[in-house]
């Protein structure tokens, strides 16, 4: 536990920890459905495929009065994938380098956000319709305090009504409707997809727009399983609408990791009408749509600052208004205006306002030209570019300083499991 003190005081040096007064408490009291959004990826958002819009829900739901959509909203996970997301999500603390953080430290204290929102009398639980001990959820939800996990028996999961890893997201949402009517309120669910997962597989009368056409059967099934899970949400939306839960709850959606790996390089070109995918792009292709859609609030927006998934848990606590006290976490509060200028991703590289960071050579992030080269073209004088080339890397290291340090002490607290050591303040509570 003596790290503790030294992490506190680099959080509070480097992690602005502002929150937005003019979001404070708008979620107070409703509930809160999350939907973790399985391989969704920024890439599709309005884009098409012979020219059908490949998620036409979605991008009208970007653009609605009452949605935030977040367009450089980074994931961070590691090898843990979806598990990696959420304990992102409800840590605000990094994944591991190595393995899944779910399975080597699911016994770990944390002080998580379904604990944290407990004073506000919220209860927390997470609907998903596959076995409950993959990722080790089942011993991870305990840790993390999660009330109740609705698994694959409290579906009806029929062979006509499942596709690849199990029953499909419209079936699941319909389903849950009641499950979710249950639920003691004001709640925080989670809601976790399944259909659109890799391989990418579907029924054909579920496909409502063409396969991708290109060298990679991945990429190519990937664009009508991304349609489907547009149509579930869209479906769930009404479904919300017709229970009566729409107007009591908030709703974000959040693509957990990427679907489509670097294997698939070529393809991806081709989908972007690129010569080629670079480490730059590669970078931007960890972009997942983010949307916090407060139904009735009016002023909605399209929000373009850096930010990831180590930010959920501040940003919604302050939704709801409960004190973080003396939570110790490394992201902002989306919606304030102070917030740290760049974000980590798990393997070390990073995006700030102005770069991009990856195996070593900061970018442009505007224009994704490696600062070195647009420095050379654009400055006259040899001397002069050299100097500011200088300023430059001296930016970009003490970036990767502030990187390198805050994804260390992440790891720390969980390979000591250091929050045994801490008072929260709130024992009482348990
Ligand atoms: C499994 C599902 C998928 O239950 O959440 O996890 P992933 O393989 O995407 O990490």
Not at 284 to 306: A, K, S, T, Y
Request: hydrophobic content about 35%; aromatic content about 12%; charged content about 30%.
């Amino acid at each position: 536990g003596n790290e503790i003190p030294e992490i506190q005081e680099f959080i509070e040096e480097n992690v602005d920890h502002e929150r937005s007064e003019e979001m404070n408490g708008v979620a107070k009291d409703k509930n809160i459905i999350f939907l973790n959004a399985e391989s969704l990826q920024h890439f599709v958002m309005n884009s098409e495929v012979n020219g059908e819009e490949v998620t036409p829900f979605l991008n009208d739901l970007a653009q609605d009065e009452d949605t935030y959509y977040f367009d450089n909203f980074y994931e961070q996970t590691g090898q843990g994938n979806t598990s990696d997301s959420e304990f992102l999500v409800e840590n605000s603390l990094y994944p591991l380098s190595r393995g899944a953080v779910f399975f080597t430290h699911g016994g770990n204290d944390y002080h998580s956000f379904p604990e944290m929102i407990k004073e506000a009398g919220y209860t927390s639980s997470v609907l998903h319709a596959n076995n409950k001990s993959f990722w080790n959820r089942d011993a991870m939800y305990d840790s993390l305090e999660i009330d109740e996990f609705l698994g694959e028996e409290s579906y009806d999961v029929t062979p006509e009504d499942s596709v690849g890893w199990g029953l499909k997201d419209k079936p699941f949402f319909e389903q849950s409707i009641p499950l979710l009517e249950d639920l003691e309120e004001p709640f925080y669910s989670k809601m976790i997809l399944l259909t659109n997962h890799f391989p990418f597989e579907l029924d054909e009368e579920d496909a409502t727009i063409d396969k991708f056409d290109s060298n990679s059967n991945t990429l190519n099934s990937y664009i009508p399983t991304v349609r489907y899970m547009d149509e579930a949400i869209e479906e769930f939306f009404d479904e919300l609408k017709e229970s009566g839960m729409y107007e009591d709850s908030i709703i974000v959606i959040m693509g957990d990791h990427i679907g489509i790996s670097a294997n698939h390089n070529k393809a991806m070109a081709q989908y972007l009408d690129q010569d080629e995918i670079t480490p730059y792009d590669q970078v931007q292709l960890q972009r997942v749509p983010l949307f916090i859609h407060i139904p009735g609030d009016g002023n909605g927006q399209v929000m373009d600052e850096i930010a990831g998934q180590i930010d959920l848990k501040p940003t919604m606590l302050n939704m709801l208004d409960v004190d973080p006290g003396e939570d110790i976490y490394f992201g902002n509060d989306l919606f304030s205006d102070d917030r740290k200028d760049y974000i980590a991703l798990r393997n070390g590289d990073f995006v700030s306002d102005d770069y991009v960071s990856t195996a070593g050579i900061c970018y442009d992030r505007e224009t994704g030209e490696p600062m070195d080269q647009a420095i050379e073209e654009e400055t006259d004088s040899e001397e002069e570019a050299s100097e500011e080339l200088e300023q430059v890397e001296s930016a970009c290291d003490s970036i990767q300083e502030q990187v390198d340090t805050e994804l260390s002490y992440s790891d720390s607290i969980i390979y000591g499991d250091l929050f045994r050591f801490v008072d929260f303040g709130d024992e009482e509570e348990e």
